[in-house]
């Protein structure tokens, strides 16, 4: 009896399980913008979305959602190898995606040379297009310290007067079209894709690591104590159309322009003959943070070193955290090769600086190397949010894209199906389950009468489930849940048969019992496993509708070796401790 009783509870936790599973629950969320940016109150407080969601969602198919058109962005460069390129572009975009949360997502190859992208239900199509855009490729790059621009500027003022350019300046805040051969290139108003200020390499978990990094607790640098306070404007180089509107910084290397400027600037240096006037083996990168000098802002960039010591090729983690003294920021961490290239490197360069550069864009003002750094370091985000984190964090771990992508289209689109189509196959299967039970009532009775009450709670534990992989609902997956509901019942079939047979040789009912359910075990199992994996691989090797079906198919299968063995079994138990076995079968 205490078994029995054991049973009933573990059926009705899981019963309580699952209802949990299914409740609609209160989500709260940050209210966002029609950019995605984050909603701010009167007193610069986030406003705060609740909404009421249910675990189970509709799929792309039956309550449509986003679709993303991807191309590679040429406009930085040729791409020599598009097909290919496109390939791995494709399967970096799919562990994004993956990582973002949205189930049963559409993206594939189409052609040669572009990507689609199709999101069921997603309500903020800004960030799904920046995970998807992002090319977050990390580099660490030392510093020039040679002056190496300081030299060539004259060059570049007299270039510029002999082409009589530079007396007209260009539209404040206008970026050059190519920008130059990828050494220079303007960033939008907004700072960066990844907007974030690097405060130190290395966390300090490295043994004997060095403390103090551009102002957080991170070894392997410190901040410059020389940065420009806002004391008055900056002095000019010389007096040329080019050098008048560059500023020299407080650190080597570093140069400030005002923010009006950037534009003009930025078609300078477009010029054929700038760009074969400046300095090789050196790269510009604007900094993802501004200043504010005697009233006006300025913006800054860094001449590096073209040859990185080290790249995000080797990071094998990244994860978004919120400091109470340095604000929210991403760690990340270098696998065992890139940290051991990463000391080596930074112990050449101590004393230098050090630029972390995300994309195009230098992550905050370079720390100094003030040690060798190991396989830790952290980003920090410059005030965003920490949505804005995780978002950072995923694209780092996903990979850097291997060609820059461009979003060519992007629409909120429709279900697929119409509502008749729906309703039709809903339709179908309300029959295919009302056939079921009418047959296993009419022909094993009594015992089909409990093989129902099983598939009652297979369905409901078949939904938890799904709930529990976030599983989203298509038709493709609700046929795999129809069919999963044949699969339930065809193992109490083989139960029940395999009692009538036990019933013939004459043994009584309490043993029929025990010996049809021993019996059919090793078929029941054998049916299903063979069935599961099929399931498995149609998801491995499936995408979209097909991988919707196979997890359906999946949860189905689990729950029906859970109601047919166990939960079936339970009810023929409570009916023999009722009866004590002195009523007949009905079977």
Do not use: C
């Not at 410059?224 to 650190?251: C, E, H, N, R």
């Not at 604007?286 to 080290?310: C, E, M, N, Q």
């Amino acid at each position: 009896m205490s078994n029995l009783k054991l049973r009933v509870g573990i059926i009705l936790g899981l019963i309580a399980a699952s209802i949990w599973a299914l409740a609609p629950r209160t989500v709260v969320e940050l209210k966002r913008g029609p950019n995605g940016e984050p909603v701010y109150n009167i007193d610069s407080l986030p406003v705060l979305d609740t909404t009421r969601r249910v675990p189970l969602r509709e799929g792309l198919d039956l309550q449509g959602g986003i679709h993303l058109e991807l191309e590679p962005d040429e406009s930085k460069g040729a791409i020599a190898n598009r097909s290919d390129a496109i390939d791995r572009a494709l399967t970096v975009v799919r562990t994004r995606i993956d990582a973002f949360g949205v189930t049963e997502p559409v993206v594939q190859k189409v052609g040669t040379d572009r990507i689609i992208v199709e999101l069921p239900g997603v309500d903020d199509p800004a960030r799904a297009r920046s995970i998807v855009e992002q090319s977050a490729f990390l580099q660490f790059q030392i510093v020039d310290k040679t002056q190496a621009l300081d030299k060539v500027i004259p060059r570049i003022d007299q270039i510029l007067k002999t082409k009589g350019i530079g007396s007209v300046a260009a539209s404040p805040g206008v970026a050059p079209a190519n920008g130059v051969a990828g050494l220079f290139s303007a960033p939008t108003d907004t700072g960066a894709k990844a907007a974030g200020t690097q405060k130190g390499a290395e966390k300090g978990a490295e043994k004997g690591a060095p403390k103090g990094a551009a102002g957080a607790k991170a070894a392997g640098g410190k901040p410059d104590s020389s940065a420009p306070a806002d004391t008055g404007a900056l002095a000019a180089l010389t007096g040329g159309a080019f050098s008048k509107i560059v500023q020299q910084g407080q650190m080597p290397g570093e140069y400030y322009v005002a923010k009006s400027d950037m534009g003009t600037v930025g078609r300078y240096l477009a010029i054929p003959d700038v760009v074969a006037a400046l300095p090789p083996g050196k790269v510009i990168r604007w900094s993802s943070d501004s200043v504010s000098l005697a009233g006006r802002t300025y913006k800054a960039f860094y001449v590096l070193d073209a040859r990185p010591i080290a790249t995000g090729e080797n990071l094998i983690d990244a994860k978004p955290m919120s400091d109470p003294t340095e604000g929210t920021l991403v760690t990340f961490q270098l696998n065992r090769e890139g940290g051991r290239r990463f000391q080596i490197e930074t112990g050449r360069h101590i004393k230098d600086y050090m630029a972390i550069v995300l994309d195009t864009l230098a992550m905050g003002r370079p720390p100094v190397i003030e040690g060798a750094i190991g396989t830790r370091g952290q980003i920090t985000m410059g005030g965003r949010d920490l949505q804005a984190a995780q978002d950072l964090a995923l694209v780092l771990r996903a990979g850097a894209l291997p060609v820059p992508l461009k979003v060519v289209d992007m629409r909120a689109i429709g279900a697929s199906l119409g509502q008749d189509s729906v309703r039709a196959g809903i339709r179908a299967g309300i029959i295919a389950v009302t056939l079921v039970i009418v047959i296993m009532l009419g022909y094993y009775r009594f015992s089909g009468l409990l093989a129902v009450g099983g598939l009652l709670l297979y369905v409901l534990y078949t939904l938890a489930v799904l709930a529990g992989f976030d599983a989203v609902l298509t038709l493709p997956g609700l046929a795999g849940f129809v069919l999963s509901i044949g699969i339930a019942v065809d193992a109490n079939v083989l139960i029940f048969e395999r009692i009538r047979e036990e019933m013939d040789h004459g043994k009584t009912i309490r043993t029929a019992i025990d010996e049809g359910f021993r019996h059919a075990m090793s078929a029941i199992i054998d049916s299903n496993v063979t069935t599961a994996l099929t399931a498995a691989v149609l998801y491995q090797y499936g995408t979209g509708p097909i991988r919707g079906f196979a997890v359906t198919l999946i949860a189905g299968i689990l729950a029906s070796m859970v109601t047919s063995i166990f939960v079936v079994r339970t009810f023929f138990s409570l009916w023999l401790a009722r009866t004590r076995g002195t009523q007949a079968l009905s079977i």
